[in-house]
């Protein structure tokens, strides 16, 4: 279990990082001309995010579905596809009008067959259908779960899923349910390959933690209790599934360690 956050990690609010709005992300080296940045403007990729029911898009989707779970992952066809296709509400990521990524939601509540095209994963595609799916179910007044493969536990766990129950077996593949609970105005989202950003309605924190060894190490400026509260074990779970077995916060009163268990086990 992830142990709650102690009492020494509790504090007045605090005002927000600037880092996003700072110059810090922009890429080193040489500037280009303002001719070479509008013209490099012009051919990025533009990657959308719509919902589409199934007797819109099967092809593109049951293409996506195909290539990722059973080419890839080797799953039975017959565990692939179901009933359930035909009235759930899907999602389809497209890359400059190609399709490249999908979800699914079953009764405005569970996300499932989540996938993106393996030329272009780690380009946020993946984050933005997980974003977009937990919008239409916040929305719905429900709140979002799914059936996490313990592999890409980190995935959600970099969005705030926690995880819930035993391991499970689905399609071969050993799962975890996990669940987005709490304060929806919170969340927690990548930032960028390396770094986090947590969010309220009154506090934007970039969160970058540092591996050493098995240690994950965290440095925080100032949490209210609540904000504590929410962001913690969250954290441990972030750490946890990327590998570490101790959380090291760094806060204003000193260090606090959190000894961490295997993904299969929290």
């Given at each position: 279990m992830i142990k709650p956050p102690l009492n020494c990690f509790t504090w007045p609010i605090r005002a927000l990082f600037n880092r996003l709005t700072s110059g810090s992300f922009k890429a080193s080296g040489s500037t280009p001309s303002s001719n070479s940045s509008e013209q490099n403007r012009s051919y990025r990729p533009r990657t959308t995010v719509r919902e589409v029911s199934w007797a819109q898009a099967q092809n593109a989707l049951q293409s996506i579905r195909t290539q990722v779970f059973i080419e890839e992952q080797g799953i039975?066809?017959?565990?692939?596809?179901?009933?359930?296709?035909?009235?759930?509400?899907?999602?389809?990521?497209?890359?400059?009008?190609t399709a490249v990524g999908c979800a699914r939601i079953l009764d405005r509540q569970k996300i499932g067959r989540m996938a993106v095209l393996p030329s272009v994963r780690h380009k946020n595609i993946g984050s933005k259908l997980l974003r977009a799916a937990i919008q239409i179910i916040q929305d719905a007044g429900q709140t979002p779960t799914l059936g996490a493969q313990i592999t890409a536990m980190g995935f959600y766990a970099n969005h705030g899923f926690l995880p819930e129950g035993p391991v499970f077996d689905d399609a071969g593949i050993p799962h975890r349910t996990m669940t987005l609970t709490g304060d929806t105005s919170k969340t927690l989202?990548?930032?960028?390959?390396?770094?986090?950003?947590?969010?309220?309605?009154?506090?934007?924190?970039?969160?970058?933690?540092?591996?050493?060894?098995?240690?994950?190490r965290i440095n925080l400026l100032r949490l209210s209790d609540d904000e504590a509260s929410w962001l913690t074990p969250r954290l441990c779970c972030y750490a946890a599934t990327h590998g570490a077995d101790?959380?090291?916060?760094?806060?204003?009163?000193?260090?606090?360690?959190?000894?961490?268990?295997?993904?299969?086990?929290?």
């Amino acid at each position: 279990m992830i142990k709650p956050p102690l009492n020494c990690f509790t504090w007045p609010i605090r005002a927000l990082f600037n880092r996003l709005t700072s110059g810090s992300f922009k890429a080193s080296g040489s500037t280009p001309s303002s001719n070479s940045s509008e013209q490099n403007r012009s051919y990025r990729p533009r990657t959308t995010v719509r919902e589409v029911s199934w007797a819109q898009a099967q092809n593109a989707l049951q293409s996506i579905r195909t290539q990722v779970f059973i080419e890839e992952q080797g799953i039975d066809p017959a565990d692939e596809w179901d009933p359930a296709d035909r009235d759930a509400i899907h999602l389809l990521a497209e890359r400059d009008g190609t399709a490249v990524g999908c979800a699914r939601i079953l009764d405005r509540q569970k996300i499932g067959r989540m996938a993106v095209l393996p030329s272009v994963r780690h380009k946020n595609i993946g984050s933005k259908l997980l974003r977009a799916a937990i919008q239409i179910i916040q929305d719905a007044g429900q709140t979002p779960t799914l059936g996490a493969q313990i592999t890409a536990m980190g995935f959600y766990a970099n969005h705030g899923f926690l995880p819930e129950g035993p391991v499970f077996d689905d399609a071969g593949i050993p799962h975890r349910t996990m669940t987005l609970t709490g304060d929806t105005s919170k969340t927690l989202m990548p930032l960028d390959a390396e770094s986090l950003r947590f969010d309220t309605p009154t506090l934007l924190v970039a969160i970058e933690p540092h591996r050493n060894e098995g240690d994950m190490r965290i440095n925080l400026l100032r949490l209210s209790d609540d904000e504590a509260s929410w962001l913690t074990p969250r954290l441990c779970c972030y750490a946890a599934t990327h590998g570490a077995d101790t959380l090291i916060l760094e806060i204003p009163e000193g260090e606090v360690r959190f000894p961490l268990e295997v993904p299969e086990q929290m």
